[in-house]
């Protein structure tokens, strides 16, 4: 394994090093004697093995024993500054061709442990049930199919109608009247061989429903808010399987995402739970009225949000971000963002 210094700028300044590690983030090193600039040079040409630095540093004048090397590369990785060089070249040519700016993304989370081509193979191997095809069902599904995930069982009961044309790009005036889940396999098999899409042309209306839906995938994506009590329905189904999910959706000007890895997070019930501590709802003296507020980048902000926190489910290189805790973007208040975690509920069975 050749270690690997990643695409950073690093900077010379009085006795130190400057590691621009993030666009907003620099690792300040001492280097009185040049030895970390060496080094990084070294590590930057990514041609030398470890027992190999240690004699290249002597070749340019420092003397530093193997165990520092090591030392030194131990560190670099666990900063996220190091990754395998050569590993692209274990994925085929085109594969790398298509998806080289998903490669270079996976960078940020690659280390020697885990390469770029590693996060890829496993996004590959993924098995994701999607619930909904509608707009942000649809967005969704369009950004799994560009960064490859294997397979997508698309599930939804609707038909592409002219108002959908406002924010769901998967579907053309040539769609109308089609059944969502074909016209979202068609826009699929016409953008990618990549990935296969299964439609599944259903109304989901139960706990049951969906773990039937559910065995055998890595993840699922809930994107529908109806029925009323879906979100549970997918948490006590998920629950059972050991499957993490990711729900995202808008209300009102509020857009949110949260998801719940059972076994790990809270889940869904505890917070139904707490809010039924909070009180029983009162009578509306008057209902809102149905209405849809989801414009093109609406649907496509929440459908980049639910599908980074799926990816990093699929990745494992990060934690998932939204685990029991609602993400919250206020579109009506200046894009104002909240996070809001939830606690485990003492009364709830499931995820005791
Ligand atoms: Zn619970």
Redesign the pocket.
């Known amino acids: 394994m050749l270690p690997r210094l990643k695409s950073v700028l690093v900077l010379p300044d009085a006795g130190s090093v400057v590691i621009h590690r993030r666009a907003l983030e620099r690792v300040h090193l001492d280097d009185e004697d040049g030895a970390v600039a060496a080094l990084l040079g070294l590590l930057r040409e990514g041609r030398r093995a470890e027992p190999e630095l240690a004699d290249a540093m002597a070749a340019n004048g420092f003397t530093v024993s193997e165990r520092d090397v090591a030392a030194a590369v131990a560190q670099f990785d666990e900063w996220g500054l190091l990754e395998r060089a050569g590993d692209d070249e274990t994925l085929p040519l085109e594969v790398r061709r298509r998806h080289e700016s998903n490669l270079r993304f996976y960078d940020v989370t690659a280390s020697l442990d885990v390469s770029s081509a590693d996060q890829h193979r496993a996004v590959a191997a993924a098995r994701v049930l999607l619930l909904g095809a509608g707009g942000v069902g649809s967005g969704v599904l369009q950004s799994m199919v560009g960064l490859g995930v294997g397979h997508v069982t698309l599930v939804d009961f609707d038909v592409v109608e002219t108002k959908n044309l406002a924010r769901q790009f998967a579907y053309g005036l040539a769609a109308i009247g089609e059944r969502k889940v074909d016209a979202a396999k068609a826009w699929a098999d016409s953008y990618s061989p990549g990935t296969v899409v299964e439609p599944v042309h259903r109304r989901v209306d139960s706990a049951a429903a969906v773990r039937e839906l559910a065995e055998g995938h890595d993840l699922v994506v809930c994107a529908v808010d109806s029925p009323d009590d879906i979100q549970l329905m997918v ?1 006590e189904a998920c ?1 059972e399987l050991g499957i993490p999910y990711v729900v995202g959706g808008l209300a009102y000007s509020t857009l949110c995402y949260w998801s719940v890895e059972p076994g790990r997070s ?6 139904h ?1 707490h809010r039924g501590d909070e009180g029983p709802m009162r009578d509306a003296l008057f209902e809102r009225n149905p209405v849809n507020r989801a414009t093109g980048p609406v649907v496509q902000l929440l459908a980049g949000f639910v599908t980074m926190e799926a990816m990093r489910y699929l990745r494992r290189t990060e934690p998932p971000v939204a685990a029991a805790c609602y993400h919250v973007v206020e579109l009506a208040d200046g894009m104002t963002t909240e996070r809001h975690a939830w606690q ?2 003492p009364d ?5």
């Open positions: 948490n629950f809270p889940c869904r019930r505890c917070l739970l485990h509920h709830c069975e499931l995820c005791r």
